[in-house]
């Protein structure tokens, strides 16, 4: 499995930057205020110590190797979706692959009812983190009850000297329909709009990146907004295909996770980062390798059904050159 990223030189002028959807990353304690019970010892999923931390080591594995190929060695920046608490994020970095990577993070409890977060890693020999910030996303359901979701994390910081802003999001499902979900994301869409609107008021020039499972494409009206609004960049856009996306539904595929980037990464002066290049990371061994569903993310569950793989999301990234 490690052959394939060995022995690649690293590149100093080089930095990853990804997101990834970890699948439902919860510890093995119960939590009475969430809706945590399906992941614990005994319950219907069985969730045992020796299940965690086997998911532990291979999210760990994916994340070591994302952007390997073309840099030559772990992302500086890596948002994640669907973490229980600081706990787990402590211990997938405690993991045999992440543990010398000097990796911290920022994360807040948001009031979602499933009890899932944003986070957000750092290698901290490259990033420093200057300012970090949860802002509540406020919804309601169809018959007017609020609908605690994930919060938007905004971390700004100094990559390699350089100051940048970073927004991981993951926005409301489609579980109960595009249509009738699709103003919920929309509200999300406006919070980082916000968001990006006191950034700008701060420095027209900031360097700003939006990352995140949006729930949603790039040609939807949520994500098509914040391009246009705010003169951003969705590398997204070009990467799907019928055999290609992030993430599978009814045997269709989406690009529902993705990164965005201000277009001032595109007219960088000498010794800034730019944009270089952007991909889905789906190497084989996130994949599963036979079966109806051969190609699919390999995932940890499929329903109570224990799997044992990584997530029902690739990863996404995109490469900063200098």
């Known amino acids: 499995m490690t052959e394939a990223f060995e022995d690649i030189p690293v590149r100093d002028d080089m930095q990853t930057v990804a997101f990834y959807n970890v699948e439902n990353l919860f510890d093995l304690k119960n939590n009475r205020l969430k809706h945590d019970n399906d992941f614990l010892p005994g319950s219907v999923k069985n969730w045992t110590p020796k299940r965690y931390q086997n998911k532990l080591r291979k999210l760990?594995?994916?994340?070591?190797?994302i952007g390997q190929r073309e840099t030559g060695k772990h992302p500086a920046l890596v948002g994640l979706a669907e973490v229980e608490n600081a706990?787990?994020?402590?211990?997938?970095?405690?993991?045999?692959?992440?543990e010398n990577c000097h990796y911290d993070f920022v994360h807040f409890?948001?009031?979602d009812e499933r009890g899932i977060d944003v986070a957000l890693l750092y290698d901290t020999t490259v990033f420093k983190v200057s300012h970090s910030e949860a802002f509540e996303v406020r919804l309601t359901d169809a018959d007017g009850t609020?609908?605690?979701?994930?919060?938007?994390?905004?971390?700004?910081?100094?990559?390699?000297?350089?100051k940048i802003h970073v927004i991981v999001n993951h926005w409301s499902s489609r579980r109960e329909g595009e249509k009738e979900t699709e103003v919920k994301r929309l509200a999300s869409s406006e919070k980082v709009s916000a968001i990006i609107d006191s950034l700008k008021k701060e420095d027209e020039h900031t360097k700003i990146m939006v990352l995140g499972d949006f729930n949603d494409t790039p040609q939807n009206s949520s994500l098509k907004r914040l391009v246009d609004n705010h003169s951003l960049f969705n590398p997204m856009e070009t990467l799907r295909s019928f055999t290609r996306g992030s993430v599978k539904h009814q045997r269709q595929w989406f690009i529902f996770d993705q990164i965005l980037v201000s277009t001032n990464f595109f007219k960088s002066s000498e010794n800034e980062f730019e944009f270089f290049k952007a991909n889905i990371f789906d190497e084989d061994f996130l994949k599963l390798f036979k079966g109806p569903f051969k190609g699919s993310p390999f995932r940890t569950y499929v329903g109570q059904k224990y799997k044992g793989g990584y997530s029902d999301h690739f990863p996404v990234y995109l490469i900063l050159k200098k």
């Open 60 to 65: 760990g594995y994916a994340i070591s190797n």
């Open 87 to 98: 706990i787990v994020i402590k211990d997938l970095l405690a993991s045999k692959h992440l």
């Open 109 to 111: 409890n948001s009031p």
């Open 146 to 162: 609020p609908d605690y979701t994930r919060d938007v994390l905004l971390v700004s910081g100094i990559l390699e000297g350089e």
